[in-house]
């Protein structure tokens, strides 16, 4: 059997997160081939500047399963994770990260801290870039210029 | 009038957190004088990893102040915030961050990634380390050794 595409899921999220005025960027948790979480960034419908899809989706995905950990869980991004994320990701304890696009000016995976690389981190998950990336950095081009031409 | 002593009740919610089975680290978010969330570690208790003291504070003050940004607010913290922390720190724009022990494990302020410094970082608090470092890091250190010798 395919395995499911979880990235398009995480695009899916994505859409919807532009739909809502957020940055579109989605995230997918996943469990064997269950989806455990999915969601878009959320920052200005929480005024929560740490509302980031995956912080959303690690925080629910650890409420679902009630573990801190969640070792058996790989997670679909469609960015890069930023420096918060990244950390949260390796503090989770995920296995594998799958990522679109890259971010040069706010990633810390492959750009800026590289903080897998750092020697303050402890658990690095195994890395997929550039799934999807193509249809990740359109909807983020595309977003940012209907917003400079409203 | 001399100012509260925010770090002591940084300092006094480390200790309860200790008391509650969490790592103890404290952390207090203030505007002006007034403090406007106080919180310890609740990782263990919430299943959430990324239920570190900072991140508790920086939620409930942005859900409380009703904004994504807390340009005018400080931050104490007992310990030096790890990376996941340092980087949600400077996405709320935080003013100043006091903090108390330096981690050089984990930390991302003056060990680790020192995020404040790397072109990712796109705003970057004013820092005060070495507040209540003695109290602080004998709190931790007691933490693990009574752990150790059950």
């Known amino acids: 059997m395919n395995r499911?595409?979880?990235?398009?899921?995480?695009l899916a999220e994505a859409e919807n997160a532009a739909g809502r005025g957020e940055v579109p960027i989605g995230a997918v948790l996943v469990s064997g081939?269950?989806?455990?979480?999915?969601?878009?960034?959320?920052?200005?419908?929480?005024n929560d500047?740490?509302?980031?899809?995956?912080?959303?989706?690690l925080r629910e995905a650890s409420a679902k399963l009630g573990a801190e950990r969640l070792g058996g869980c790989d997670l679909y991004v469609t960015l890069e994770p930023c420096t918060m994320c990244a950390a949260a990701i390796s503090f989770t304890r995920i296995r594998r990260?799958?990522?679109?696009?890259t971010?040069?000016?706010?990633?810390?995976?492959?750009?800026?801290?590289?903080?897998?690389?750092?020697?303050?981190?402890?658990?690095?998950p195994e890395l997929y870039p550039g799934i999807g990336e193509r249809a990740a950095a359109d909807l983020l081009v595309r977003f940012f210029r209907e917003r400079r031409e409203p």
């Not at 990260?97 to 696009?101: I, P």
């Open 4 to 10: 499911p595409d979880f990235m398009g899921l995480a």
């Open 33 to 46: 081939n269950d989806v455990v979480a999915r969601a878009g960034n959320r920052t200005r419908e929480l």
């Open 49 to 57: 500047a740490t509302a980031h899809a995956e912080m959303l989706v």
């Open 97 to 101: 990260l799958y990522f679109g696009a």
């Open 103 to 124: 971010d040069e000016k706010g990633g810390a995976v492959v750009s800026g801290v590289r903080f897998y690389s750092a020697p303050t981190c402890h658990h690095v």
